[in-house]
């Protein structure tokens, strides 16, 4: 994928992740269940500047859904059953896990500019994972 992280903090272990029979064009499927989950979070640009963080008490929230693919990717695990998911790590992230990722712009925002995020930019996150659910 592109993306170098590296584990701070190994979670509890706890939340499974999971698929679900979807059925795509006639064909069944199986489709991630995204979990909603709570975090604290830095955001910087390669040069050190913060761009976008959350380091309160109550966390930010969020559907996996809603999140850039790099995000996605770095709590979804590895496989799930017999499925390839292709996430960093073996399990996934769960509560207590922290985690540096530092993204290539296409796992981000691409080419385009989003809020203080120039376009093409890799960006660096340290994210600390409060619940998964």
């Known amino acids: 994928s592109g ?9 509890d272990g706890v939340y499974q ?3 679900k029979d979807t ?3 006639g064909v069944t499927k199986q489709a ?3 979990p909603k989950i709570t975090v604290n979070y830095t955001g910087k640009l390669l040069n050190g500047t913060t761009f976008d963080e959350n380091v309160t008490t109550e966390g930010f929230s969020s559907s996996l859904s809603r ?4 995000w996605q990717t770095a709590f979804f695990p ?3 059953g017999e499925n ?4 960093l790590t073996v399990a996934g992230l769960t509560k207590g896990s922290k985690i540096r990722i530092v993204t290539p712009s296409y796992w981000a925002y691409g080419n385009y500019a989003s809020g203080k995020v120039p376009a ?3 960006l660096d996150f340290i994210i600390t994972v409060l619940n998964v659910q």
Do not use: Q
């Open 67 to 70: 999140l850039i693919p790099a």
């Open 120 to 122: 093409n930019s890799p």
């Open 3 to 11: 993306i170098s992280y590296k584990i701070l903090a190994e979670g």
């Open 78 to 80: 590895k496989k799930i």
């Open 84 to 87: 390839t998911i292709g996430g």
């Open 32 to 34: 991630l269940v995204y």
């Open 17 to 19: 992740y999971k698929t």
């Open 23 to 25: 059925l795509v064009n």
